[in-house]
């Protein structure tokens, strides 16, 4: 298994630029406020949130590439997201979220069909489910951006936004500037957001979020 603590600061340093060479642009955020729910925060995990993204590093760079086009594929921007080793999210904005759902169900099906091929486990079973959460306005929009960004430091991996190169982070704190992060963070705080968000037997409706909400097997 692929651990992030065990390289050398020359490693990740090495392995950050890459990752930056070749990411997208972050996409900034609407111009406007959104009234018809169009924003979503999506996730998925891997089944019994084994590690299986992070088998081994290039499987994470594979992977963060491939959901990044799938994304693109799916809806009309992506405003953020974050792999992680078991798990990740995507804020997203899309005019038919049933279509996005699709999508990303034949990007699981793909990405599992090539890792149970690599791993000679044939059958397995390597997601769980996708679920979504309908954006209610700017200000659930922006907590969930710094959530997404802040996740890796949440779950340990590292110290800093800048240091995870799997990530929408960097470029994010390139386009605002690291003044204006800082300020959407103190106003956007995180708080209690997505305390139970990873669990794989949660849904978008088991909180109470809009009627849009749901979830799906991939």
Known sequence: MYLWRQLTD???AELLEIR????????????????DKKRFHLT???YEHAH??????ERMDAFSNALQAALSGAGKHTFAWCVLPNHYHALVETWNLRE???L???????????????????????????????????RHFWAAMNYIHH???????????????????A???????REEALRVWREYPVGDYGKTWDSPETSATDHGEEEEGTSYSG
């Open 10 to 12: 020359e490693q990740r």
């Open 20 to 35: 930056r060479r070749n990411q997208r642009p972050w996409h900034g955020p609407p111009r406007h406020k959104s009234t």
């Open 44 to 46: 998925a995990a891997c």
């Open 52 to 57: 299986l993204i992070c088998a081994r590093h």
């Open 100 to 102: 996005t759902a699709r």
């Open 104 to 138: 990303l169900g034949q990007f699981h099906g793909r990405t599992s069909f090539e890792w149970n091929r690599q791993d000679d486990a044939r059958g397995r079973t390597c997601f769980h489910r996708v679920s979504d959460r309908a954006i209610r306005g700017d």
């Open 151 to 169: 996740n890796p430091v949440h779950h340990g991996w590292v110290g800093t936004w800048a240091d995870w190169p799997w990530s929408s982070a």
């Open 171 to 177: 470029d994010y704190l390139s386009s605002v500037g």
